[in-house]
């Protein structure tokens, strides 16, 4: 398996434009995390999905983010419009309780976003 | 309400002694307990947990976790240092509903 596969791996722009970051799970998982890290907030989960179903967005810091999985196997982090301070190492994760590691995560390798 | 806490921002240790990283619990039932590493750059990487059983954990990269309850602790240790093991780790705690409660962040710097 390729592992938690993530989009793009860094993303600059400009305050004010939209943003999309993509996630790709690893094939049979039917948990999806959404995480931010910063030097100052250290690694913050912002949603997570149960079979493409949001089940905990309080993490989602305004409603300018927003996150939608349209299916099993692909997964959008949406900020429009973005803020400087949304710069961010954004990381994606997955899960099953099926799965003999139990309730471990595996991470994409994240996105870096810098909002200038 | 469940939490982590990683007491050290950052442990400095020289190459070849032996490493602890400390992590202290609070949870309302038995706990599930994971420790992740982050080398620059990268994403988290799972590293061993505890769920139930033996004390003594034992992971990847021969790192080794041992549980107690009554201290409620879970520290990060391992015998022999490499400069490789620099990283920052991270201690965990299942909430439940598949949710972890993670910790702040230990910077490990192992020096030659």
């Known amino acids: 398996d390729a592992g938690v596969i993530q989009s793009p791996r860094h993303e600059v722009t400009e305050m004010g434009q939209e943003v999309t970051l993509r996630c790709k799970p690893i094939?049979?998982?039917?948990?999806l995390f959404w995480y931010r890290q910063t030097m100052m907030r250290g690694l913050e989960l912002l949603i997570y999905?149960?079979?493409?179903?949001?089940?905990?967005d309080s993490g989602m810091p305004e409603d300018r983010f927003s996150a939608k999985m349209p299916n099993a196997s692909f997964s959008t982090l949406k900020i429009q419009p973005s803020e400087p301070r949304d710069s961010a190492v954004y990381f994606c994760?997955?899960?099953?309780?099926?799965?003999?590691?139990?309730?471990?995560?595996?991470f994409g390798p994240g996105t870096r976003l810098t909002v200038l | 309400a469940q939490s982590v806490a990683q007491p050290e921002d950052q442990v400095n240790v020289a190459e070849g002694n032996p490493l602890t990283v400390k992590c202290t619990y609070s949870v309302s039932g038995n706990p599930y307990l994971f420790w992740y590493v982050q080398y620059p750059n990268r994403g988290l990487q799972f590293l061993l947990k505890?769920?139930?059983?033996d004390n003594l954990v034992k992971g990847s990269y021969g790192f080794e976790a041992e549980f107690n309850k009554s201290q409620t602790s879970f520290h990060l240790k391992k015998p022999s240092a490499l400069v490789s093991d620099s990283a920052l780790y991270f201690c965990?705690?299942?909430?439940?509903?598949?949710?972890?409660?993670w910790g702040a962040g230990t910077k490990l710097i192992i020096k030659p």
């Open positions: 999905f149960n079979n493409n179903v949001p089940i905990d």
């Open positions: 505890y769920i139930t059983g």
């Open positions: 094939s049979g998982h039917d948990y």
């Open positions: 965990a705690v299942w909430e439940g509903n598949y949710q972890l409660i």
């Open positions: 994760a997955s899960s099953s309780p099926r799965s003999s590691w139990g309730n471990e995560q595996f």
